[in-house]
Every structure is written in C-alpha cells, then in structure tokens.
C-alpha cells in the first residue's frame, strides 16, 4: 500500500452517524481533556478479553468484521462501526449524495422458534424499530423489528411454522 | 412422617437454592438430570441423580407428572418441591404426590386449585371482604353481557382468563365499540392457552404499581405476612427487578394491606408460602389481583430484609410443624433489590440471546447474594428460560440498596451471551427509579433507551474498531506480552480466534 504513509486520520463511524477520528500512526493512547490515557487490550483465563482503560476492565468482543465493518460488543453493549481513511470518506460523502442509498436488508431469525404472526405484507411500509414478525422462543413472544426505514419486498415468514436460526424472514428495501 | 430425602421436581437456580437448605437440614436431594441439559450446575448439588437423559418424550420431564411420580417412586423420596413455573401451581400434581404418600412441599391441592382460577378467586376475596377492582362476579358468556357489565364499572375494563396467568389472555378495552372484538379474541386466546375459554372483566387501574405481600402459613392455621415486594419494574409482565421494602407504602398501609393478605390466604385454609399480589394505584387505594400459591422468584429480596430462610419454612411446614414466629415477630430491616440478569439483547427489544457463557464472574461482597444456576461453560438454552443469575444486593435503606446495586452491576463479569445488565445500569441511575414514582407502565412508557453506557464506552469501542482496521490493513505492529497482570493480545489474533467458530 503506497499511500499508507500517507494516512494522517481514520474516521470510525457509528450507525447512528458518530463520528470519531484518531490520528496515525494509532496510539494506544486516548485523550481526555488535556491528559492522555492508557488504552490496552488483554486476556486471561478467568475474564477472557478485555479492555483495560482508566483502572477499569471492560468485557470486550469481536461479534464481526467484514472488510471495514467491524461489530464490537463493548461491556455488554454492541456497537458498529465502518472504519473510513480520509479519501474512503470524501468518496462515500459524493456517492451517497448523487444516488441516494438503494440497499437491501435482510431481516433473520435471530434464534430458533416458531413464527406466531406476520405483521407486513409484500409492498408494505416499514419504520425503524417497528415489528415485522413475532417469533415465539424460550417460553417468550419476541418482536422482530426491522433494522431499517424501507419497503417490504419479499416475505419468507409463514405464521405457525418453525424456523432455524439465521432463516431469512423478509427482505426490506432500504429508503 | 418427616421429610428425609427429597425429589427436585425443577432445574436451575432455583434447583440449588432447594438443595442448599435441604443440605443445612441435613435432608438429601434428589435431581433430575436432562437431556436438554445434561451437565447443568444444578447435578452437582444434589446427592442422588436420576438419569432421564434417553426419555424421548415431548413434553419436559418436569411438566410430565407421571414420570415425575415415577421418579419419586423409584429414588425413595418421600417429598416433592416444585420450585416455581413448571408444575408448581399445578393442583393435580399436588394431589398425585398425596396420592403416593409423597410430601407435597407447598399448599394443598384445594387451596392452589381456587387461587389458580381467577373466578373463584375473586368470589372468595368478594367474600373476604378484600377490596378489589370493580368487576363482573363470575365469567361472562357472550359480548353482550361483557358490554353490560362495562357500561356498569366504566372504561376502561380489563378482559383476563379465568385460568390465565403472566399476562396471556388479557384485553384492555377503552370504548364500548371495541368490546365485541376483544371480547372474542381474549376468548379464543385464554381457550388456546389455558384449555379454558372463560373470560372475566374488571375495572382496568391505569398506571399502578405492583405490590405483593410474601405469606407463610402452618397447617395449625396460623397465617402471617413477611412485608411486601416492589415489583412494578416489568416489561410485558414480565418482572426484571424486585425490591423490599416498597417506599410507596408506609407502615400504616403496610398493616393494613398485610391484613387483607392474611385475610385471603386464611380463606382458603393457606400453608406454606405463598404471596398475594395487589394493585396500587396513584391515590395509594389498592386492590387484590391474586395469589401465587409457590414460591416467586423474587423471594430472596424477602429473606433479606427479614431474615427469615422461606425454604426452610416451607420444608418445616410440609412436616407439620407450627410457625416459630408471630406477626410481631416480623421486624423488616433494611433494603433489599434483585436484578434478574437474564441472556437477553436489550437493544433489540429484550429477545432472548441463547448461547454458551464462556466466561462469568460474581462480586463478593458482603451486601451481594447471588443465586445462579450457571458456571463459565454453561449454556442457556431454548428450552427453558433465559435467566443467567439474580443478583441480589442489600444496604441499611433504599439509597443505600442502589449505591451498593450500582457497584456491584459494574462487577458483574459475563461473556458469551448478551444479558439485561445494561439495562440495569441505566434503571438504577433513572430519576423515576431514584424517586420511587414508577409504575408497571414505566418501562412502556417513560423510557426512551433501555440501556445505559457511559459517553467514553463508545469511544473506546471505535478505537478498538479502528486498531483492528490498521491491523488488518496496514500491517502495524507485532504483539506484546504484559505477563505480570494478564497477556496482551493483539485484536488481530482476537479475530482470528472468532473466525475459527
């Protein structure tokens, strides 16, 4: 990689849209204020891994990571990031605003269990947060909540059949 | 007869907490391995295991009462406890271990049989003279009926099963115009869920709190209450925190809701413990919702502040013995909070997130009790429900409760699985908690976020993002080795490692 030296920034964005920029070479190092302090990743036997971070220990995952999307859960929450380089994000900021976002989620089974009721239909509008299916798991009824604002184009989910973790339940294009 | 050996008709934490008191009785224990579970903590406490791993039947052995019968037999026991769920409200069961000349350690099969039907339940509290929402007298055959007695107590009215129970087959109705509909859909749901299509109505009370008063009684007919349990922090009816003592009742409402308890428990000639769940709603009127004839989950947050082992209590009063206590007795000192920490994914609305815990550790301290029935290695399975552990924290009063609760969520240590614990961290810092004004409504409705994290968590979450991308993309560094206070690792071989699953 040629232009890795010249990398001043990388920017971490949230999916709620934060946005945190470190300088390279990254330190592990995090400033508060006017004080540096020590970030460090360890494990061991007993906890597993974590983050060491102001004489605090903090349980850390992996959950996943693909290309420069990575899945962390940190002390028990998880969040996602897309890791940007300067030039990543200039071209990101230009495609986003000349053709909008035209993607496909894929809402699945998040655990085993039986399909109670389907609330959507094929060509129905969705919400962020609003339940698509409700599956029946582990003696509870559960909402399944589309991820996304969008418009429902496929439905897999039949209400009173069982289902496999990861089974494809609808397809919602993003709008 | 006196217990000498006893089957634990349960698994979990539950299970353990049984045995332990059965172990300080010097009273052996019988559990009952699975193949759901078959290495689940709970077999190690006890000492005698029933192998019903090749049982290929569909129902849960602990559902099947037959097999558990058979079991008794088979082992020698000559007592049953149920723990809680499964078949502990189940008044056959009961009466097929009485049967058998097996102790059923709980009520009679009479008593569990009139408080698990709503109709008769409120007949007898009618009777009892135990105040109670404004509602039909007996079940309802048809809408029109429904509509009638509606119009008569006021909406909004509250369409419940007459054998329900956790919230299945109940309807809020709020006009007139929707009763036909709901009346029908409750209907069919209490037949689908309970084999019983009889619904009844009440006058629904907006925004309450739950309050529930624990009661022992002894087969001399004694009867008396241990105080009460806040129990208004639920989510679709299902309780996640439980304190005791409640701040919305003061001594003088205490006494007289305690006495009505007493009142209800003694007219179904009540022995062993049991608790007695009211309503109370924001002009401190409360009203008797029913009786849960076991042991609650929740039972802990009683044995702290009034010291008193509910177990043992119920394991003495299967033998006969007469209640060593008089309501006088009863001194309630300090605060006591429980947190079911369950493997469940608060951010996508509390769903059950089974897997395997891979590694856990528990504060010790001296105001922290916990009673799990997972170690590191254990997994929660689909089977049964998704609780990890409940954490149970006393202080000298509420205040006091929540500074220790707040200390001791930070060292709740549990990977492998996503739990509520953020959810609790942000509970306990929550001004509507602080202040004791919530409701069962509080977590529907005043809450905007269901999980707390500090504003440098997700900072140190984006740096560790961000590391892993340098790694992985522009080859940086080599790994270092801290050995004296744990190793180093680069997230690099991190990822490696989860890849491999």
């Known amino acids: 990689m040629n232009d890795k030296l010249q990398i001043k920034k990388l920017y971490a964005l949230s999916s709620e849209n934060r946005k945190f920029s ?26 597993g891994t974590y983050i060491l971070w102001k004489n605090r ?47 496909k989620e894929i809402v699945r089974a998040p655990m085993p269990g039986k399909i109670i009721d389907v609330l959507v239909r094929e060509g129905s509008d969705v919400l962020r947060g609003e339940p698509v ?8 009824q559960n909402e399944i909540q589309s991820p996304v604002n969008g418009k429902i184009i496929h439905v897999s989910a039949k209400a009173g059949t069982n289902v496999m973790k990861d089974d494809v339940l609808v397809e919602i294009k993003v709008i | 007869m006196k217990i000498n050996k006893i089957l634990i008709a349960n698994r979990g934490e539950i299970a353990i907490r049984i045995m332990k008191t059965a172990r300080l009785m010097k009273i052996s224990t019988v559990a009952v391995r699975t193949a759901a579970e078959p290495n689940a903590m709970y077999i190690s406490y006890a000492d005698e295991v029933f192998d019903n791993c090749e049982d290929i039947s569909d129902i849960p052995v602990f559902l099947d009462i037959e097999k558990l019968i058979s079991i008794a037999l088979k082992t020698g026991v000559n007592a049953v406890h149920p723990g809680y769920g499964f078949l502990a409200e189940n008044a056959y069961f009961a ?26 339940a409120r007949k007898l509290a009618m009777k009892s003279r135990i105040p109670m929402a404004m509602g039909s007298e007996g079940n309802i055959s048809n809408e029109e009926e429904a509509i009638t007695i509606a119009e008569k107590i006021g909406y909004p009215v509250i369409i419940k099963a007459a054998s329900g ?13 929707e009763m036909e509909k709901m009346f029908v859909i409750a209907s069919k749901e209490a037949d689908k869920a309970f084999n019983d299509p009889s619904v009844f109505i009440e006058k629904y009370i907006e925004n309450p709190k739950h309050i529930e008063f624990q009661i022992l009684g002894d087969t001399k007919g004694n009867v008396i209450h241990l105080g009460e349990r806040e129990c208004s922090i639920q989510r679709k009816h299902q309780k996640l925190l439980e304190e005791a003592p409640s701040c919305a009742l003061d001594s003088r409402l205490r006494t007289a809701m305690g006495k009505m308890a007493v009142q209800i428990a003694k007219a179904v000639n009540y022995h062993s413990a049991g608790t007695v769940e009211f ?68 951010q996508a609305g509390f769903a059950p997130d089974p897997g395997r815990i891979e590694n856990l550790s528990m504060p010790s301290d001296p105001c922290v009790r916990v009673d799990t029935g997972i170690q590191a290695g ?24 929540i500074k220790n609760c707040k200390m001791a969520l930070d060292k709740v240590w549990i990977k492998g699985t996503k739990t509520t614990l953020p959810f609790f961290r942000m509970l306990i810092r929550h001004h509507k908690f602080l202040d004791g004004t919530f409701t069962t409504a509080f977590i529907e409705k005043d809450l905007e976020k269901y999980y707390f994290y500090s504003e440098y968590e997700e900072m140190l979450a984006a740096w560790l993002a961000t590391k892993l991308f340098v790694e992985e993309n522009l080859q940086e560094d080599s790994i270092n080795v801290d050995f004296s206070n744990g190793k180093e690792i680069s997230p690099w071989l991190l990822n490696k490692r989860m890849n491999q699953f």
């Not at chain 1, 299916?133 to 509870?140: C, R």
């Not at chain 2, 129970?165 to 115009?177: L, T, Y």
């Not at chain 2, 254990?378 to 006091?400: E, P, Q």
């Open chain 2, 279 to 346: 309503l109370l709603d924001s002009d401190k009127k409360f009203y008797f919702m029913e009786m849960n004839t076991r042991i609650q989950v929740e039972h802990p947050v009683t044995e702290v502040i009034t010291g008193i082992d509910l177990i043992e209590q119920q394991i003495r009063i299967a033998n006969g013995e007469e209640l060593k206590f008089r309501q006088e007795d009863i001194k309630l000192k300090g605060w006591a909070i429980e947190c079911r920490i369950n493997a469940e994914d608060v």
């Open chain 1, 133 to 140: 299916v409700i599956l029946e798991a582990m003696k509870m």
């Open chain 1, 22 to 47: 470190f300088s390279m070479p990254l330190k592990n190092k995090i400033r508060i204020g006017k004080r540096d302090y020590i970030v460090q990743i360890k494990a061991d036997e007993k906890l």
């Open chain 2, 95 to 120: 009466q097929k271990c009485i049967d058998n000349n097996i102790i059923y350690i709980g009520p009679s099969p009479d008593a569990i049989y009139k408080m698990g039907n709503k109709t008769i």
């Open chain 1, 57 to 103: 220990k903090y349980p850390v995952e992996i959950v996943r990571s693909r290309q420069n999307k990575y899945e962390i859960l940190f002390n028990d929450i998880s969040y996602t990031f897309t890791v940007e380089t300067p030039f990543s994000l200039q071209r990101m900021k230009v495609l986003s605003s000349k053709r909008g976002k035209a993607e």
């Open chain 2, 165 to 177: 129970g956790g919230g299945r087959g109940m309807r809020i109705v709020r006009k007139s115009e």
């Open chain 2, 378 to 401: 254990s997994a929660i399975v689909a089977n049964y429900d998704s609780m990890i552990a409940k954490l149970i924290v006393s202080g000298k009063d509420r205040k006091d409760a």
